[in-house]
């Protein structure tokens, strides 16, 4: 397993595929729906994440590499690919 670890430091790979946002939402249940037994949450923190493709991105930069990402994205992923430390190129 260290071999295959080791080996993303300093080489350089490209990544083509879906790159999709993963959004991440806590808070405190205030109450019990009454339409429904479900929680009200109040949202206090929102965290937003690379998924699917951008995931992989992000791994392989974090064991080292370097990496290219081609797929399409929306304008809303602009930020938290850059937030990671990636150059996006939107037209």
């Known amino acids: 397993m260290n071999k295959i670890?080791?080996?993303?430091?300093?080489?350089?790979?490209?990544a083509i595929g879906?790159?999709?946002?993963?959004?991440?939402?806590s808070g405190?249940?205030?109450?019990?729906?009454?339409?429904?037994?479900?929680p009200i949450v109040d949202?206090?923190?929102?965290?937003?994440?690379?998924?699917w493709g951008a995931n992989a991105v992000n791994n392989i930069k974090r064991l080292g590499g370097t990496v290219e990402?081609?797929?399409?994205?929306?304008k809303m992923f602009k930020h938290?690919?850059?937030d990671s430390g990636l150059e996006s190129f939107l037209k």
């Not at 670890?5 to 490209?14: E, H, M, P």
């Not at 949202?43 to 998924?51: F, P, Q, R, S, T």
């Not at 990402?69 to 929306?74: F, T």
Request: charged residues 15%.
């Open 80 to 82: 938290p690919l850059t």
């Open 69 to 74: 990402a081609v797929g399409i994205i929306e």
């Open 43 to 51: 949202i206090e923190n929102e965290l937003y994440e690379g998924g």
């Open 18 to 25: 879906d790159l999709m946002i993963n959004q991440y939402l």
């Open 28 to 38: 405190t249940v205030t109450r019990i729906s009454p339409e429904a037994p479900v």
């Open 5 to 14: 670890i080791n080996s993303f430091n300093g080489t350089n790979r490209l």
